[in-house]
């Protein structure tokens, strides 16, 4: 029996030696390499966790920094984006003191536009420092146009409650749709003209559709409920 359980560590010790290796050679492909099948498993069973965790993250971190070039430390994006959180903030408030109506709707749909941008990955980060996961590296990518991103330690994600990091995943979805609505709420006291009301609802609800549309299959809600299914398995186990 003991013997048996010691199986599957063995043929993960085995596979991870060899997606190490191809790694190490310069293959970037961890799908293709069976990489986060191995994941998948080690997320279902604490022991495999407490084993692998700390491996997992270094094979993915090096991965990805062989993969992405352009990466930042994640203060730099985090001081930026917040830069850009004061800006739709400064825009916000200045459209409700601008004497010209026209000038107050474009500053309007610019605080729309700019918290959509800026507040994203602060919310990721937020979230997943609250339930323990920590981020490597700062970076642009996605879906074009190019986004920031955040490279999460694997380790440290491995390790989270899997609820927790269903909610990491959520955070910035919610944060990006909730952006427009909130620069709409300060239109009634702006006198700013009917077209930026409109465009921020519309820049809302695009963004809406977009995400039931394509990030249940591909991005931040298709993990969300990766990570849902994952927290429901380990508590009926």
Request: no cysteine; proline share 5%; glycine share 8%.
């Amino acid at each position: 029996m003991a013997e048996a359980e010691a199986s599957p560590s063995t043929e993960l010790e085995a596979d991870l030696d060899r997606i190490q290796a191809a790694v190490d050679g310069g293959d970037t492909d961890l799908a293709a390499l069976g990489f986060w099948r191995d994941v998948a498993l080690v997320k279902r069973d604490p022991r495999l966790i407490e084993r692998f965790a700390d491996r997992i993250g270094r094979i993915d971190t090096a991965a990805f920094r062989l993969a992405v070039r352009l990466r930042a430390p994640v203060w730099v994006a985090n001081a930026i984006l917040l830069a850009g959180i004061a800006i739709g903030l400064g825009a916000a408030l200045a459209a409700r003191s601008v004497s010209s109506a026209t000038l107050a709707g474009l500053l309007l749909l610019v605080a729309g536009v700019a918290w959509s941008i800026s507040v994203h990955s602060p919310a990721h980060w937020i979230v997943g420092r609250s339930v323990g996961i920590r981020f490597t590296d700062a970076f642009l990518g996605g879906p074009p146009p190019p986004r920031p991103g955040l490279k999460i330690d694997y380790a440290t994600y491995l390790r989270a409650d899997p609820s927790g990091r269903a909610w990491m995943h959520a955070s910035g979805a919610i944060a990006t749709k909730l952006a427009p609505f909130v620069a709409l709420a300060f239109w009634p006291g702006s006198g700013a003209p009917w077209w930026s009301a409109v465009g921020l609802l519309a820049l809302g609800l695009l963004q809406i559709v977009t995400d039931v549309a394509f990030s249940v299959r591909s991005s931040d809600w298709k993990k969300f409920r990766r990570e849902r299914a994952v927290a429901r398995a380990n508590a009926g186990a």
